[in-house]
């Protein structure tokens, strides 16, 4: 086919079809196993093909862990400001006693505060985890139209510091 390169829509764990991610750093069981992204990497690369995942980082799902936490302790939640338009004066559609943004309308779909640095810090750490552990060359960025400039900013930094050549593409 003359393909040089693999796309792969989200691999990591979530709660029905990969956009509405429940761990960044967990490979969905469904998939496979980590040893089988690993090697289907190593083979691709020793083929001269590319490894790129999709990253979805604008939102996570409803059972994304710090949303559970949030769920469970409310104010006290270390988590509450992970979330963007976080209410606690109304209910979500879902019957939370707390109302979040969603993209486009979703609501299965919980929009991150990417302007807060520990959300930053766990979406870059996964990236570093993503990199080191199965070796990919690139991530296509869901979303990105809802991605501020300021995290694109901050994420192409992140990329040219720690993973200088890894490609990042919008959607």
Not at 13 to 27: F, I, N, R, V
């Amino acid at each position: 086919l003359g393909a040089t390169a693999i796309y792969l829509g989200p691999v990591f764990e979530s709660g029905s079809h990969g956009y509405d991610t429940a761990d960044y750093y967990h490979l969905d069981r469904r998939l496979g196993t980590r040893q089988d992204l690993a090697r289907l990497s190593q083979n691709l690369h020793a083929r001269g093909m590319k490894l790129v995942l999709d990253g979805v980082f604008n939102h996570v799902g409803r059972h994304f862990w710090a949303f559970r936490d949030l769920q469970q302790n409310l104010h006290q939640s270390p988590y509450k400001d992970w979330f963007a338009g976080l209410n606690f004066d109304q209910r979500s559609p879902f019957g939370d006693p707390f109302s979040y943004l969603a993209w486009n309308g979703h609501f299965e779909l919980v929009k991150l505060n990417l302007a807060n640095p520990e959300v930053r810090g766990h979406l870059f750490g996964a990236i570093s985890m993503w990199v080191e552990e199965f070796g990919i060359d690139g991530i296509r960025l869901d979303a990105a139209d809802a991605l501020s400039p300021e995290f694109m900013t901050q994420l192409r930094d992140f990329v040219n510091q720690k993973h200088p050549g890894l490609w990042l593409m919008g959607e």
